[in-house]
């Protein structure tokens, strides 16, 4: 759902970027209760594994594709403040590097597929997990259902902005309609894998999903053949867990999607692109800014060989995003400790 320049004009553009400014300041500031030593750097590699899933298009119907949102995932992981940061990490990596995405859209983009996102799929999550048992389990279907209806929303948001500020004179019924149908079978998709993402990750170390939090089960010992809580002195702190592993694990996997499986991605028209063409919402689309860039396109300039340019695209791709990324939210929270460190020394 990459909106190119040319399909919102500039006066709305310009009001989604002030919009997408401000709620990234906002996100600047919440993040910074979000993140410690342990989910800064994991927030990193949360951007850089949703830049290499949202290179896997997946077919969703004839001559149409999807691709992760990505900020369900985000907000459930590491917290909605620290999502909408995510998301914006990775559409700005896009658009600079890769040609992907508008610069005059930045803001539409950041908008529609960070806010919006983020914003329904977290408050649909923790209403469903005010209702469910609290369980791992209900974490996971949350997830799903949280997921799920973000990206229709995504696409509702994106046929407001277009209803205001579009640059083609087409009939919004049959934008909203095109749009809404095409992106709840994306949605399926979304859904599954960030159900599949949070799944995986709550079962090795619930600890780090910021959704999950409170959900860990106490630590029990068997005793004379009975499970019985342990001493707290007996059980580790999770705080204490290293999360070298996890982080190892997610990396290696954001860099095999991206230097290898997105070659067999599919390579059909995503869902903006599908409606925009069918519609002509993209009659007067522009060149990209960065259309001249060596990875312009999810390929390496001068690399003749299809699978070569992509897969290292690809991982470099992953690389610049997990550094970004990673910068960061150290400096966010290295911030937040200096402002505590502030001020309890002038309480004393």
């Given at each position: 759902?990459?909106?190119?320049?040319?399909?919102?004009?500039?006066?709305?553009?310009?009001?989604?970027?002030?919009?997408?400014?401000?709620?990234?300041?906002?996100?600047?500031?919440?993040?910074?209760?979000?993140?410690?030593?342990?989910?800064?750097?994991?927030?990193?590699?949360?951007?850089?594994?949703?830049?290499?899933?949202?290179?896997?298009?997946?077919?969703?119907?004839?001559?149409?594709?999807?691709?992760?949102?990505?900020?369900?995932?985000?907000?459930?992981?590491?917290?909605?403040?620290?999502?909408?940061?995510?998301?914006?990490?990775?559409?700005?990596?896009?658009?600079?590097?890769?040609?992907?995405?508008?610069?005059?859209?930045?803001?539409?983009?950041?908008?529609?597929?960070?806010?919006?996102?983020?914003?329904?799929?977290?408050?649909?999550?923790?209403?469903?997990?005010?209702?469910?048992?609290?369980?791992?389990?209900?974490?996971?279907?949350?997830?799903?259902?949280g997921a799920l209806l973000s990206v229709p929303a995504a696409a509702a948001a994106f046929t407001a902005i277009y209803a205001i500020g579009g640059?083609?004179?087409?009939?919004?019924?049959?934008?909203?309609?095109?749009?809404?149908?095409?992106?709840?079978?994306?949605?399926?998709?979304?859904?599954?894998?960030?159900?599949?993402?949070?799944?995986?990750?709550?079962?090795?170390?619930?600890?780090?999903?910021?959704?999950?939090?409170?959900?860990?089960?106490?630590?029990?010992?068997?005793?004379?053949?009975?499970?019985?809580?342990?001493?707290?002195?007996?059980?580790?702190?999770?705080?204490?867990?290293?999360t070298r592993k996890v982080w190892a694990t997610g990396l290696v996997t954001a860099l095999v999607l991206a230097g290898f499986v997105s070659y067999?991605?599919?390579?059909?028209?995503?869902?903006?692109?599908?409606?925009?063409?069918?519609?002509?919402?993209?009659?007067?689309?522009?060149?990209?800014?960065?259309?001249?860039?060596?990875?312009?396109?999810?390929?390496?300039?001068?690399?003749?060989?299809?699978?070569?340019?992509?897969?290292?695209?690809?991982?470099?791709?992953?690389?610049?995003?997990?550094?970004?990324?990673?910068?960061?939210?150290?400096?966010?929270?290295?911030?937040?400790?200096?402002?505590?460190?502030?001020?309890?020394?002038?309480?004393?």
């Open positions: 759902m990459h909106v190119p320049d040319g399909f919102i004009n500039a006066p709305v553009s310009v009001a989604a970027g002030v919009a997408a400014g401000v709620a990234v300041a906002v996100s600047l500031r919440g993040a910074r209760r979000e993140l410690d030593e342990r989910t800064a750097p994991l927030a990193g590699l949360v951007a850089a594994f949703i830049f290499a899933v949202q290179m896997l298009n997946f077919p969703v119907a004839a001559g149409t594709s999807g691709h992760l949102l990505g900020g369900a995932l985000a907000a459930i992981l590491v917290g909605p403040y620290t999502g909408v940061l995510c998301v914006s990490v990775v559409l700005l990596m896009q658009g600079i590097l890769f040609a992907d995405g508008g610069l005059t859209a930045l803001g539409v983009n950041v908008t529609v597929m960070g806010v919006v996102t983020v914003v329904v799929a977290y408050a649909i999550f923790r209403g469903l997990l005010g209702i469910l048992p609290p369980t791992r389990r209900s974490v996971t279907v949350a997830a799903f259902a640059t083609t004179d087409v009939a919004i019924g049959k934008v909203f309609t095109a749009m809404v149908g095409v992106h709840v079978l994306i949605g399926i998709g979304e859904a599954a894998i960030t159900a599949a993402t949070v799944g995986a990750v709550i079962a090795v170390r619930p600890d780090l999903v910021h959704g999950a939090r409170g959900l860990t089960a106490p630590l029990k010992l068997r005793v004379g053949g009975e499970l019985v809580d342990a001493p707290a002195a007996a059980a580790t702190p999770v705080a204490a867990r290293s067999y991605a599919s390579a059909s028209p995503d869902g903006l692109e599908k409606v925009a063409a069918d519609k002509g919402i993209d009659e007067k689309v522009e060149d990209h800014a960065a259309a001249d860039s060596p990875l312009a396109d999810y390929g390496v300039k001068n690399v003749d060989d299809a699978r070569l340019s992509g897969g290292l695209a690809g991982v470099i791709g992953v690389g610049a995003t997990v550094a970004a990324g990673t910068g960061i939210f150290w400096a966010v929270r290295r911030r937040r400790t200096d402002e505590l460190t502030a001020t309890s020394v002038s309480a004393g």
